[in-house]
Structures are given as C-alpha cells and as structure tokens.
C-alpha cells in the first residue's frame, strides 16, 4: 500500500516559482523505487492532465505547456517525488495530484492547491 502527501502549494505571482513535494509514506523502499511516478493538475471546469513522469526505468517525459519550466525530480531514499515550477503563469493556477503506479495499481495524493495571480 502507498499513500501519497503532497506540499508545498500555495499563491503565487506570475513569473514565480514553487517546489512541491509528495511523500509516498507506508511504501516500502523497493515499491517506490519500482513505481512510476508523475505529477499531474486539473484546473476548474477541466479534466485532469498529465504535467510531467519519471518511469522507474525510464527518461522524464513533460507535458509541453511546462517544457523549460517545470522539472520533475525523485529521491529515492526519502521516498519523495518532486516538482520544481519556474516562470509560473496564471494558467498554471490548478490542484496539483500526486501520482503513482505499481503493480497495475494507481496511486493518488489529495492534491495540493497553486494559484497563480497576474
């Protein structure tokens, strides 16, 4: 079982930056290591995307509206994903999901609120 804790969300102006973080507590360190993790938002009125992913095996993959802007990290001891978010723009403004599969099983934070002012 993995349970999935975002932060680090909040308000910010356009053209700034924030780090948010995803804890994967009770999972043990060989699951985290072997799931795909990935971070994805969905902004009022629309359905949820994919921003960005790390495969367990594989290279980091972007959404291109965050191309050069967003950077999709992981440490693997501490059992924690990251997503750094630079140049922030009003659309940018969404609840931020935490993913992660393992086992053909979804893993899902709670979602962590960014709201960017113009």
């Known amino acids: 079982q993995m349970q999935l804790v975002e932060s680090g969300g909040g308000l910010v102006q356009a053209g700034g930056s924030l780090r948010l973080s995803c804890l994967a507590s009770?999972?043990?360190?060989?699951?985290?290591?072997?799931?795909?993790l990935g971070w994805y938002r969905q902004a009022p009125g629309k359905e949820r995307e994919l921003v960005a992913e790390?495969?367990?095996?594989?290279?980091?993959k972007y959404a291109d509206f965050v191309k050069g802007r967003f950077t999709i990290s992981k440490d693997n001891n501490k059992k924690t994903i990251y997503l750094q978010m630079n140049s922030l723009k009003p659309e940018d403004t969404a609840v931020y999901y935490c993913?992660?599969?393992?086992?053909?099983?979804?893993?899902w934070g709670q979602g962590t609120p960014v709201t960017v002012s113009s």
């Open positions: 993913h992660a599969e393992y086992s053909n099983r979804d893993f």
């Open positions: 009770r999972a043990i360190l060989s699951t985290f290591w072997s799931s795909d």
């Open positions: 790390i495969p367990a095996g594989g290279t980091t």
